[in-house]
């Protein structure tokens, strides 16, 4: 699943450890174990194996097969007794193709095997004949070995699996966002364009008759517009897809204490508090405001249950600003993080839509704030 990439500085580390293991135990052989014939050789085959251990990633089977079986005929051809450096070895490499195959591929079964027959040579070539306790360790050794390379694998599948799903609904609900505002701001601009079409039209059948220049000219307007407000209503019904008529009505700040009155009966004591004189908004920065403080009480409510909340609207000079901040859980109930809701993701998506800015996170002394200010 990971191949033909370099080598990590864990790989030089395991690679350089295999090779000082090897070599120290073959140098230090003659002194204190059985000796081996061909050390020059078996010096060489360190080095080898440990070349192999740095490179084992990128082709995890054939290394692993190739040592098994290149190891299995120097047992039976030189019949001396095998090192450790060369048994850790052969789990090293059992370990990494059961970390990057999967489980029940042919070259995992087939990996096992070799293992299995490397593992029974190495006790038929000992010395001193291998008893059955020789056996069990090596037996637990190479199933730990196998079964640590199968969780490394599951939990990395795992991981893989977790970030592309989050990814997509990440994703997804920046998407169903976006189209929620298209459909919103569609119908505020679909009805600015019917009230102006309209009002052209007033003004059309008001113009007396030797008027004929203004009434040419007030006809094209009122067929642009109506054409416009055509096209706008095909955009419109394309984003809303069959369940257009289940669109709630548009809403505003003026409609923000029917809000309040709703999530108080759900146990949220919130208060308003509004900061300067009231001015005239757009539809659509209006719309937003109201949808970034719904979102914001609806996440208290998820994450931190029946406690307290403000609310405070400020109109400085040019901007709107909204800070929607809660006390936290109330004693007894435990508190969830809120950070990674695609809820948030939807009110900064609303907040760049009017280039504004919205921050949020939690507090020092308890609780969680929503901040956004929107130019006006």
Known sequence: MLHHRSPTPIDWLIAAIVALSALAEELSRRATGPTREHLVLWLAAGIIAAAG?????????????????????????????????????QLVLLFTLLSEVRARSVKAAAGVIATGAYVACMMVTSSPTAGPGDYVVAL???????????????????????????????????GEERARIARELHDIVAHSVSVMTMQTGGVRLMLRSDQERERQALTTVEEAGRGALDELQRMLGLLRGPHSDALPPQAGLERLDDLLEQV??????????????????????????????????????????????????????????????????????????KGGGHGLIGMRERAALFRGT???????????????????
């Open 53 to 89: 251990v740095l490179f084992r990633r990128r082709s995890p089977f054939a290394i692993l097969f190739v040592y098994s079986a290149v190891n299995i005929v120097l047992f039976a051809l030189l019949r001396e007794p095998a090192a450790a450096w060369q048994f850790y070895t």
């Open 140 to 174: 637990v050794m190479t199933t730990i070995a196998a079964g640590a390379g199968l969780a490394v694998r599951r939990h990395r599948v795992i991981a893989v699996q977790a970030a592309e799903r989050g990814e997509l609904l990440a994703r997804e609900a920046v």
């Open 264 to 337: 108080r009966s759900s146990g949220l004591d919130v208060t308003l508090d509004v900061l300067g004189e009231p001015a005239p908004l757009p539809a659509g920065l209006d719309l937003s405001a109201y949808r970034i403080i719904q979102e914001s009480l609806t996440n208290t409510l998820k994450h931190a249950g029946p406690t307290r909340a403000m609310v405070t609207i400020s109109y400085p000079p040019g901007e709107l600003r909204l800070e929607i901040v809660d006390h936290g859980p109330r004693e007894g109930r435990p508190a969830s993080a």
């Open 358 to 376: 919205l921050t949020a996170g939690p507090l020092a002394a308890g609780g969680y704030s929503v901040r956004a200010v929107l130019p006006r």
